[in-house]
């Protein structure tokens, strides 16, 4: 059979079947686990609808309908692109990506080839995830789904474009080496970590190859090295089942060569305690509190970002439109990464903002030219603010800390460049604000708006962040600076208290103890130093106010949320997108109204939290048609909420049922 496939670009030209078409493509079915994008069935040939008819059989007949079904038996519908399930806003963002992707695959000259992958689009094609679909794999993360989030057009004002997958949102596991384990050089992997991510995927033949080297000291007769085609699809290489064990000779022969596993043996030798350790430790102090090795900071480990820039494997560098050679190699790299990691942002806009004279740019380099990530913003000294206008990051290099590092050179650059200038503005999406957060961005915007108003572009959608820098902060060591305040105070408080002192567990509630073992209160350790006395066994329990019943209510509040079909409900409705909706409810009530009410404690009891829950449910019925999304997602929510509360055992009073009733 002959099929069509949608050859345009031009989202407004696309009608909803043609775009529902290119979002199965590049989504999940949700009626089976197996099918992860819609693909034609065996014996169906996929023409694209811009050939003239020179593309078709032997029987010179046109194909005559466009793609419908895939081969996992399931319709457009299942994969993603249904309109009445996800929303129009959800369905023209995927529409988005779904267009760029197919961008993507025509400049390889594969859009008719249903099974070909690359890292930037399966880097996309993490953006296809619905909201409560299951991620790809069970290593993949929320900030892995959600990918670059941007406005769609700047005509159409839609969100922030400096609102791209920032890489400290959310940690990921880190990401799995493609290489084979070389046997013969285990001692030298530790330097060249950094250049493992640009190797080919070894064989398993020539793995086996340099294992009998090492154990032998001679190459192997009739086998040769070189690179290997493999598949992209190709996770990681498996040992060979043939490939014996080393003998005991062997063995003894790596031993002696480069130590145990290859590696040097080395005796870890205990560290003797000075004078100064001895007498605190004396006076009950821990060790670890005290002496010259406390007034190191003790901290998280230390982010791959900051050792390979501390090792030299990037660089940061500051970039503009000078016209030199070096400055628009820069800029291209710049320009192909934010088209990459901004799928709704128009190509022809990115580059026309990059390659403005006015814009500068921060660029994170690796190994020469290869740009990995960079912000592009606009300075305006004579009102001492700049704009971030994009902020990206690759999206192989977003588990690094790239974002987090990258924003601080930026702090850093800005002040010695800029001395007079102490403020950022930036528009972000709903998911970029907690990393802008992070970064000491606010939504409170200090700057009086006469100062900046006019100079930087708005958009609906978006929220605007505002960042003031602190004079006497080094942005590019304030890490280290607050590692050492944080254990400076650990130490008074280890100084002063025994509460890091831990106790071994008594010996009444282990396992295998007789049931109603009690035990005296004098009898446990460290209770007496703590500051406990036996008249407050005596003391009254004082409330704390929330019960059991407060903590059902945040349970299903926050379930409703979550739901799929809660997002038409999670704030109130606009009155200026519906100009007479307060016309015809009276008592309007949303699921952000609701959290912060029940988080100031103005629902007396369950009763009233339910009668909130079902106002919303009724207002969507009584204002919108039975036919609309609003109508299906509130009977879906509905149809939830039941689920939930027979789930938690919350029943409402008999009182308020005859009310209902």
Not at 116 to 130: A, H, T
Not at 308 to 313: A, V, Y
Request: proline residues 7%; charged residues 30%; aromatic residues 8%.
């Amino acid at each position: 059979m002959k099929v069509l496939y949608p050859a345009s670009h031009d989202i407004p030209s696309l009608p909803d079947s043609h775009l529902s078409l290119k979002i199965s493509r590049h989504s999940r079915c949700s009626a089976c686990s197996t099918c992860l994008g819609l693909h034609p069935p065996p014996g169906w040939r996929v023409f694209s609808d811009a050939s003239d008819g020179s593309d078709s059989d032997d029987d010179g007949e046109p194909p005559s309908k466009y793609l419908d079904r895939c081969e996992c038996g399931h319709g457009v519908l299942h994969h993603g692109a249904d309109m009445s399930s996800i929303g129009h806003e959800e369905f023209a963002r995927r529409g988005r990506v779904a267009v760029r992707l197919d961008e993507l695959l025509e400049d390889s000259g594969r859009l008719l080839d249903f099974d070909y992958s690359d890292e930037d689009i399966d880097s996309l094609r993490k953006q296809m995830v619905l909201p409560g679909q299951d991620p790809p794999s069970p290593a993949s993360s929320l900030s892995d789904e959600l990918g670059a989030l941007v406005p769609s057009s700047p005509e159409k004002h839609s969100l922030s474009p400096a609102s791209s997958f920032l890489s400290d949102i959310i940690e990921r596991p880190t990401k799995k080496r493609r290489v084979s384990v070389d046997y013969s050089s285990l001692s030298e992997a530790e330097d060249d970590d950094d250049e493992e991510e640009e190797r080919p995927l070894a064989t398993l033949a020539r793995t086996a190859d340099k294992r009998k080297k090492f154990n032998s000291g001679k190459p192997l007769a009739g086998q040769r090295s070189g690179k290997h085609k493999t598949s992209k699809k190709a996770k990681a290489s498996t040992a060979p089942a043939n490939l014996p064990p080393p003998t005991d000779e062997e063995r003894e022969e790596m031993r002696h060569v480069n130590g145990l596993n290859g590696r040097d043996a080395r005796v870890k030798v205990e560290d003797k305690m000075d004078e100064g350790q001895l007498s605190r430790l004396a006076t009950g102090v821990t060790v670890d509190a005290a002496g010259p090795a406390s007034a190191a900071p003790t901290g998280k480990q230390e982010k791959a970002a900051y050792v390979e820039l501390r090792k030299g494997i990037i660089q940061v560098v500051a970039v503009e439109n000078d016209r030199e050679p070096r400055s628009s190699v820069l800029l291209t790299g710049l320009k192909t990464l934010f088209q990459k990691q901004l799928p709704k942002m128009p190509r022809e806009y990115i580059a026309r903002l990059v390659y403005d004279s006015n814009s500068k740019c921060l660029a994170i380099i690796k190994r020469g030219y290869k740009v990995v990530g960079g912000i592009c913003y606009r300075p305006f000294p004579h009102r001492e603010f700049a704009e971030i206008v994009f902020f990206a990051t690759a999206s192989i290099d977003q588990v690094k800390g790239y974002g987090g590092m990258l924003m601080d050179h930026f702090k850093a650059h800005i002040r010695k460049t800029y001395p007079e200038m102490s403020y950022f503005l930036t528009y972000a999406d709903n998911y970029a604000v907690g990393y802008f957060r992070k970064q000491g961005f606010s939504k409170e915007i200090t700057l009086d708006r006469a100062v900046w108003a006019g100079y930087i572009k708005d958009y609906e959608g978006g929220t605007i962040m505002q960042c003031r820098m602190l004079p006497r902060v080094d942005y590019l060591a304030w890490r280290e600076t607050t590692a050492q305040q944080r254990e400076a105070v650990l130490n008074k408080i280890r100084e002063k208290s025994r509460s890091h002192v831990v106790y071994t567990g008594l010996p009444q509630f282990q396992d295998g103890m007789p049931p109603g073992t009690t035990i005296d209160p004098k009898d446990v350790p460290g209770l007496r130093e703590s500051g406990w006395t036996p008249s407050m066994q005596t003391m009254p329990i004082r409330p704390t106010g929330r019960g059991a019943e407060h903590t059902s209510m945040e349970k299903l509040l926050s379930d409703l949320k979550g739901h799929s079909s809660a997002w038409p409900f999670l704030e109130p409705v606009n009155e200026k997108d519906v100009a007479d909706y307060y016309l015809h409810i009276t008592h309007p009530m949303d699921l952000g109204t609701m959290e912060h009410k029940l988080d100031t404690n103005q629902y007396r009891d369950m009763d009233a939290f339910l009668d909130d829950l079902q106002l919303i449910i009724d207002n969507c019925r009584q204002y919108n048609p039975e036919d609309t999304v609003y109508h299906k997602c509130a009977v879906k929510l509905e149809r939830y909420m039941r689920e939930r509360m027979k789930e938690y055992g919350i029943v409402r009073s008999s009182k308020v049922k005859r009310e209902h009733d």
